[in-house]
């Protein structure tokens, strides 16, 4: 009987020391735990500031690319409204036209940019031929709509305004600036030979021969007018379209905004100055050359003379030694016969 108790016991001491063991593997689990818990947490930290600090770098980049575009659309607004300055008689009037070609740009869905410089080539043309800013605006928005029936790509379209604003610039319709037309803007040409009571087919040929002049393309486009507004009425807004006006918007906003503050003007102000300020010290610089020249000239011609000067007193110094020498030699000489004899 004692001997099984003491079996019990040392069973139940053995189980005792495999619970003991175990809260032990149990408590270095939960320190490791709460180690890579830890770990995690500083991992985390880090994570989140590398994310903050890529956020604020972004941010950066962000906000300076923002500004360069908006000093470009702010130069380029100042550009256009200079062109239109060209064509009109009066601020009020360059106003005027400036909003009438916003509105144009709005409702025929194409870049103000180009508009503009359509307008300007038309104006400097038509308005020799005794017609009115109306007028000019007028033929603008056919041809911008016209181009749009054509189903042409932005880019496309915007080549097509600027080659047909040349061509008014130049007072003749022919060689590259038709044949870019009658391959990237059918409808233009169609408006055009239909304007002209000829086939579309005849244009090239009426190019070469230099007869499509500017007052005939005026007249062609006044008369074909009603037909294109029908046909682009029946046109549907595209996305790329859409995104045009959306870019006409904000140029027109940026302008205002640098009209009101003179933002582009004092930053003109500041380049100009800090222009000057290098040409100044360009100035100085080559100033300071020559002073540094002439007294590097002054520095030699005084190390030249000491050199000359210490050279004379060597010389003179060699010149004594050699008569102090030859006297001594003479003397011991005299001295040595006297004693000797």
Do not use: C, H, W
């Not at 000093?71 to 106003?95: F, H, P």
Request: glycine share 8%; proline share 1%; net charge negative.
């Amino acid at each position: 009987m004692a001997k099984f108790e003491i079996n019990i016991s040392a069973t139940g001491q053995a189980t005792i020391n495999s619970i003991d063991n175990s809260l032990k593997s149990l408590d270095n689990t939960a320190v490791k735990t709460q180690k890579t818990l830890n770990d995690t947490s500083r991992t985390t930290d880090m994570l989140s500031s590398s994310m903050k600090m890529l956020g604020s770098a972004i941010a950066v980049v962000g906000l300076a690319e923002l500004a360069k575009t908006a000093i470009k659309t702010a130069d380029t607004m100042n550009l256009l409204e200079g062109r239109v300055s060209l064509v009109t008689k009066s601020v009020s009037e360059q106003v005027a036209v400036q909003k009438q070609l916003f509105d144009i740009s709005q409702r025929t869905r194409q870049g103000l940019e180009a508009t503009t410089g359509l307008y300007t080539n038309l104006a400097t043309s038509m308005q020799q031929m005794g017609k009115s800013q109306s007028d000019v605006l007028k033929t603008t928005e056919t041809i911008n709509k016209a181009i749009i029936i054509s189903g042409s790509s932005t880019s496309s379209a915007a080549a097509a305004i600027t080659q047909l604003g040349q061509a008014f610039a130049s007072g003749t319709l022919r060689g590259d600036e038709l044949n870019s037309i009658l391959e990237n803007s059918k409808g233009l040409a169609m408006a055009i030979a239909d304007g002209m009571g000829v086939p579309i087919g005849k244009l090239r040929t009426l190019g070469a021969e230099g007869k499509i002049t500017s007052e005939i393309l005026a007249k062609a486009l006044e008369k074909s007018a009603d037909d294109v507004n029908a046909k682009f009425a029946k046109m549907p807004e595209t996305v790329s379209q859409a995104l045009t006006k959306v870019q006409n918007s904000a140029m027109a906003m940026i302008g205002r905004l640098d009209d009101e503050f003179k933002g582009s003007t004092a930053l003109v102000g500041v380049v100009n100055g800090f222009e000057t300020a290098l040409v100044g010290a360009e100035t100085t610089v080559k100033e300071l050359g020559g002073v540094l020249s002439e007294f590097g000239v002054g520095v030699v011609e005084v190390f030249g003379n000491i050199n000359k000067s210490i050279s004379e007193t060597f010389n003179y110094l060699v010149g004594l030694t050699g008569e102090a020498s030859s006297k001594a030699t003479e003397n011991f000489t005299f001295f040595d016969y006297f004693t000797l004899g």
